[in-house]
T-cell receptor, first 114, second 113 residues
Framework: AQSVTQPDIHITVSEGASLELRCNYS??????LFWYVQSPGQGLQLLLK??????LVQGIKGFEAEFKRSQSSFNLRKPSVHWSDAAEYFC????????????FGKGTTLSVSS | DAGVIQSPRHEVTEMGQEVTLRCKPI?????LFWYRQTMMRGLELLIY????????DSGMPEDRFSAKMPNASFSTLKIQPSEPRDSAVYFC???????????FGPGTRLTVT
């Protein structure tokens, strides 16, 4: 069965420092991979997606993610974190028939210290 | 585009009462999803529709939950009777076929006392 694992429940990063959030997936075929961000009291916003092609994808707000098939990973990165990046981040994999359900990880909460 | 619209944003009700949550998807999207988010269980898919037809309702916790989509621009999630363990944030999301991209509404925070 398809699954998504985000090993880190909570991460604290200093403002201006680099960030990497980990995501591992389990899926037999080529996955469709996503990162979403949820600010407190808000819905989820799509940050970036990987469908095929270049394994390094760029998203909004300066985020990028790299798909590594050999490691079944899709880690999210940002070179310099801003205080406004504090939020919860969800990795998701599209499974089954195209356009249907996403399987979400449990999320990683990012805190930014000054 | 206004995005996915959900109402109400907050709902407080007493155990045993009927609760109806509403969702207006993004125009042109043919998929609609209902999720529930809690601290304990994270984000759970409850049901989703394609072209107004329910496709998979295996995530609906029990018969107290029901969802409808009478037309392409409106869906409801109903809980009858409500119980304290139903307290959660309920999200509606919509998407366009063959993309897996889903766009989420702001959610409805439900508290059942």
């Amino acid at each position: 069965a398809q699954s998504v694992t985000q090993p880190d429940i909570h991460i604290t990063v200093s403002e201006g420092a680099s960030l990497e959030l980990r995501c591992n997936y389990s899926y037999g075929a080529t996955p469709y991979l996503f990162w979403y961000v949820q600010s407190p009291g808000q819905g989820l916003q799509l940050l970036l997606k990987y469908f095929s092609g270049d394994t390094l994808v760029q998203g909004i707000k300066g985020f990028e993610a790299e798909f590594k098939r050999s490691q079944s990973s899709f880690n999210l990165r940002k070179p310099s974190v801003h205080w406004s990046d504090a939020a919860e981040y969800f990795c998701a994999v599209g499974a089954g028939q195209a356009g249907t359900a996403l399987i979400f990880g449990k999320g990683t909460t990012l805190s930014v210290s000054s | 585009d206004a995005g996915v619209i959900q109402s109400p944003r907050h709902e407080v009700t007493e155990m045993g009462q009927e609760v109806t949550l509403r969702c207006k998807p993004i125009s042109g999207h043919d998929y609609l999803f209902w999720y529930r988010q809690t601290m304990m269980r994270g984000l759970e898919l409850l049901i989703y529709f394609n072209n107004n037809v329910p496709i998979d309702d295996s995530g609906m916790p029990e018969d107290r939950f029901s969802a409808k989509m009478p037309n392409a621009s409106f869906s409801t999630l109903k809980i009858q009777p409500s119980e304290p363990r139903d307290s959660a944030v309920y999200f509606c999301a919509s998407g366009r076929g063959f993309t897996y991209e889903q766009y989420f509404g702001p959610g409805t925070r439900l508290t059942v006392t």
